[in-house]
């Protein structure tokens, strides 16, 4: 079974702070992406990771950043963070040439 | 207008019943289409892709229709176990896939 481990389950954070969310994937996945979940908007893509070292920009990248040193690692960065940054984010992983992805359990961001 | 459209609900209906979801897309070159389950405070799990002919899975069948761009989910015979929300997905590759905002049903006893 593929199994995708996020850092912390639900996180609260001010404003300001910076702030480091990490997702772990077992299966040797090549791809792993990051989403936030809002109400009303479903997931949107913030970055994805093809190799390690790689990243890609997704529909909302504005106020993260990325690392992927390993390649079971995957890593979101928020900066400093912002009230806006409020979220449920959630990590997923695929094989390279593969469309089904495996998600994370989710990490419920409250920043005050 | 957003890429993925899908009528949010909830849907609420007793055991048994049969309910249909229906789920459009904007990007007429989407190439690949999904519906996935999420639990309340859960991650998404793929239930099953969506192929052009239609399948079936179960008491779940899926449908693609690509001229009027739409995908469709039936479930027959509604178990309290299919309370839950689901997602359509849809993709142009791999890396670029779209979800609409997900449909509620609970099923009621």
């Known amino acids: 079974d593929v199994k995708v481990t996020q850092s912390s389950r639900y996180l609260v954070k001010r404003t300001g702070e910076k702030v480091f969310l990490e997702c772990v994937q077992d299966?040797?996945?090549?791809?792993m992406f990051w989403y936030r979940q809002d109400p009303g908007l479903g997931l949107r893509l913030i970055y994805f990771?093809?190799?390690?070292?790689?990243?890609e920009k997704g529909d909302i990248p504005e106020g993260y950043s990325v690392s992927r040193e390993k390649k079971e690692r995957f890593s979101l960065i928020l900066e400093s963070a912002s009230t806006n940054q409020t979220s449920m984010y959630l990590c997923a992983s695929s094989l390279r040439n593969q469309e089904t992805q495996y998600f994370g359990p989710g990490t419920r961001l409250l920043v005050l | 207008r957003k890429e993925v459209e899908q009528d949010p609900g909830p849907f609420n209906v007793p055991e048994g019943a049969t309910v249909a979801f229906n789920c459009t897309y904007s990007n007429s070159a989407s190439q690949s289409f999904f519906w996935y389950r999420q639990d309340c405070r859960k991650e998404p799990k793929l239930l099953m892709s969506?192929?052009?002919s239609g399948n079936e899975d179960g008491r779940f069948t899926a449908q693609l229709n690509r001229a009027s761009q739409y995908i469709s989910l039936l479930i027959r015979d509604s178990k309290l176990s299919d309370s839950a929300t689901y997602l359509c997905v849809v993709s142009m590759t791999n890396n670029d896939m779209r979800f609409g905002a997900g449909t509620r049903l609970t099923v009621k006893p």
């Open positions: 990771s093809y190799d390690v070292k790689m990243k």
């Open positions: 969506v192929y052009s």
């Open positions: 299966m040797d996945h090549e791809n």
